[in-house]
Structure formats: structure tokens, C-alpha cells
Nanobody, 116 residues
Framework: QVQLVESGGGLVQPGGSLRLSCAAS????????MRWYRQAPEKERELVAA????????NYADSVKGRFTISRDNAKNAVYLQMNSLKPEDTAVYYC?????????WGQGTQVTVSS
């Protein structure tokens, strides 16, 4: 049974930091590229960050470059999103996704709220 379980979301003040985690099981984690998406209320889901199977390549949405860092630990079947200098516009539900060719798995999401 494939599972992606996100954690680490919460309420944080502007300028603060959060680290999201996504624990994967039920598939060969190291064979999948991993992505973080987010969806704010009344907005479409957007790709935030992506990382290749062994973590050599990463890319980021322009809106988070220099503030967010994606990483993965294939030994632990986990992917992370370190979010620094958070802004109110980062408020959204954050989802992790595993992608390999036509296959895509999704987690249930974790809420991140940036507010004073």
C-alpha cells in the first residue's frame, strides 16, 4: 500500500521557519523523483520544489528560490522542505508527490499558515 505522509506544518510568524517532512512507504522510493506542491485557498495547486531520484538535481518556483530547500534521504524514505523567511503568501496546504514516468502518488497535505 503506497503512502505519503506529510508532517511539520503549523502556524508561524512572518520571517519564521518550518521544516516539512514526507515519509514514504509501499514503493521503491529511490526510483521516484519527489516534489512539493502547495495550494492556497481559491488558487490552483502549484509546484514549489522538486528533487531528482538521488538528490543531484533540484529546482524551485521563482517565488521560493533562496528561501526554501528541498532534500531527501533515500535510506529513510523521506523528503524534506526547509522553509525560511516565510511570508504570508506562503500560506497554503503543502503536498508531497512521488513521480516516475506516468505514475504519481500524493500525500494528504499539511497546512502551513504564516501570520502574525
Amino acid at each position: 500500500q503506497v503512502q505519503l505522509v506529510e508532517s511539520g506544518g503549523g502556524l508561524v510568524q512572518p520571517g519564521g521557519s518550518l521544516r516539512l517532512s514526507c515519509a514514504a512507504s509501499g514503493f521503491t522510493f529511490s526510483s521516484y523523483a519527489m516534489r512539493w506542491y502547495r495550494q492556497a485557498p481559491e488558487k490552483e495547486r502549484e509546484l514549489v520544489a522538486a528533487i531528482t531520484t538521488f538528490g543531484i538535481g533540484t529546482n524551485y518556483a521563482d517565488s521560493v528560490k533562496g528561501r526554501f530547500t528541498i532534500s531527501r534521504d533515500n535510506a529513510k524514505n523521506a523528503v524534506y522542505l526547509q522553509m525560511n523567511s516565510l511570508k504570508p503568501e506562503d500560506t497554503a496546504v503543502y503536498y508531497c508527490s512521488a513521480v516516475r514516468f506516468q505514475n504519481a502518488y500524493w500525500g494528504q497535505g499539511t497546512q502551513v499558515t504564516v501570520s502574525s
